[in-house]
């Protein structure tokens, strides 16, 4: 049942939230030294902690986190001030943004790619296609962003450097603001695609070249059934199988690539936060932000099984 | 109706050696004719049917001869062309019923999928042709059956389903390679009895490839006795069975096993392995296995003899 599954979740957050706060805790540095002014007192520090509830074991720590979590209340930013789930709800349209189109726009490029060089196996294309893959995956992520950032941005200024909008366009209309949003997105995404893309598509174009040698397939053709809907039909949907498990799982890495991501390109996502959070030690926006793509991430897997059981009709969710 | 001419296909093996699967083979199938094409496996049985529905493997291609359907050469037509006739006039059923239906889409999908390719027809009558067809082929339930998805039936009744998503375009020609090898011997016997009705009722030809010698006594007018991609012998079924010439048939024929108690060996197991194709015996390939060697045997192939109404390609004839 679909329910027991999301019951499921809940040991799962907290074993993610505990070894998290542990190994938060375990990093050497002090949130007090990162935001009180260096001509405080050291007697006056200890103070400050009590106040934070930091001289506290950590075990003891984790559990106030926790019944607070249970009241619905994810504490106050160390560095601002500010309410943490107010931070995260800010910041979560910015990182579901990127990470939606991104994963639709890798799945618009993978199936033809993949088909097409699978089904055209060893053409001139198919040859193009494996090259640009394996380039796409040896290029590492925060290498690549910051190559695009300092070439387009920089040097060529046809992208903004920073941002997800620009700030002066607060009045103009909705299309403006869209288009900008797009401009501001086009770096951030394309690292994101050129990485995500090519282990799928090498995937998909392995998984064609098998399915297409299938029974089925050769007894399609020898029911006068067309080349194109044998690939765009029979062996498209066999294919999407493992495409929709690896993504399910690959969902974290998208999530926890585009932290990298958005700090590169300053992208105000939640991402950003969390990696702010762990320079500033700024501990409940870190926990916040753990929290909140832990959820995302879950929901992700979720989603991929759910859809995974909709095309696959062998498979039920029980 | 379909004759072959000295049909020759060859494999392409990596590092440029070619091994020749089908070697020379010519024979004619008439208007209403059940023919057996026997052999043990790797004699080239189902190459020669894959060849004539032009659905051979990447490596394998037909290097010369002539495949004439109507008097057209089908080695000559275009792909399309070529669709046209597979399915609608020549159809192929496979060994393994539940691997040639595709396991992610409905019998119901399929079975319109192949009648909308081949008739111009809406969904409401492409639905009923094949709700019809699927009582013919005596599946309980056609309506049930129609939703639901190849693993949901058994290999018996998957094969009968096949049957029907093959004949409900009325083939004239149907070539079935193995069809009840993966089954039950009681369910085999069903299969064998309805294809033998259906063939009678649309008035089709049908070569029935097979290695199980009761099958082809049981279905076949006239049969053909393959050996390293030639044929050795052929003729009609009742003189091949009551008075096998070929040495190769005669052995393939003492080593059906016999149900009397009374015998003291039952059957007797071929002789020797069959030599590998890629070194195929010099002179009359089946010399190193045959009880009747002449002293020529080694050194020249055998011509085709003409012998009591039957084809023998064997030294003992001359």
Known sequence: MIFRRILGFIPLIFGITFISFMIMHAAPGDPTMMFVDPSVQIQDMAQVKANLGLDKPVLVQYFFWLKEIGKGNLGFSYVSGQPVLDLLWERLPATLLLSVSSLILILCFTFPLGLLSGYKKDSFFDRAVTFLSFLGMSLPTFWLGLMLLLLFSLRWSLFPTFGFIDPFLEDASLWARAVSVLHHMFLPLLTILIGGLAGLIRFNRFSIIEILSQDYIQAGRARGLSERRLLFKHAFKNAALPIVTILGAGLSGLIGGSFVIEYIFSWPGMGQLGVSAVFARDYPVLMGSILFSSILIMLGNFLADLSYSKIDPRVRIR | ML?????????????????????????????????????????????????????????????????????????????????????????????????????????????????????????????????????????????????????????????????????????????????????????????????????????????LVSHDMGVVAQQCDRVMVMYLGQIVEEGPTDKIFADPKHPYTKALLRAIPVPDPSKKHAFEPLAGDIPSPLNIPSGCSFHPRCSEKLPGCESQSPGIYSVQGCRVACHLFK
């Not at chain 2, 080239?44 to 394998?60: D, E, F, H, Q, R």
């Not at chain 2, 390719?117 to 409401?124: A, M, N």
């Not at chain 2, 998805?149 to 094969?159: A, D, K, N, R, T």
């Open chain 2, 3 to 207: 004759e072959l001419k000295k049909l020759r296909t060859l494999f392409e093996l990596s590092g440029g050696k070619t091994v020749t699967a089908v070697d020379g083979v010519s024979f004619e199938i008439k208007p209403g004719e059940v023919v057996g094409l026997v052999g043990e496996s790797g004699s080239g049985k189902s190459v020669t049917a894959l060849s004539i529905m032009g659905l051979l493997a990447a490596n394998s291609r037909v290097e010369s001869g002539e495949i004439l359907w109507d008097g057209r050469n089908l080695l000559e037509l275009t792909l399309s062309e070529l669709r046209k006739l597979r399915g609608r006039d020549i159809a192929l059923i496979f060994q393994n019923p539940l691997a040639a239906l595709n396991p992610v889409f409905t019998i119901g999908n399929q079975m319109v999928e192949t009648i909308q390719e081949h008739f111009s027809l809406d969904y409401k009558k492409s639905k009923d042709l094949a709700l019809s067809w699927l009582k013919k082929v005596n599946i309980p339930d056609p309506e049930a059956r129609f939703d639901q998805y190849p693993h949901e039936c058994s290999l018996g009744m998957c094969q009968r389903i096949m049957i029907a998503i093959t004949l409900v375009m009325k083939p004239r020609l149907l070539i079935a390679d193995e069809p009840t090898a993966s089954l039950d011997v009681t369910i085999q016997a069903q299969i064998l009895h309805l294809l033998a009705e259906l063939k009678d009722e649309l008035d089709m030809s049908v070569l």
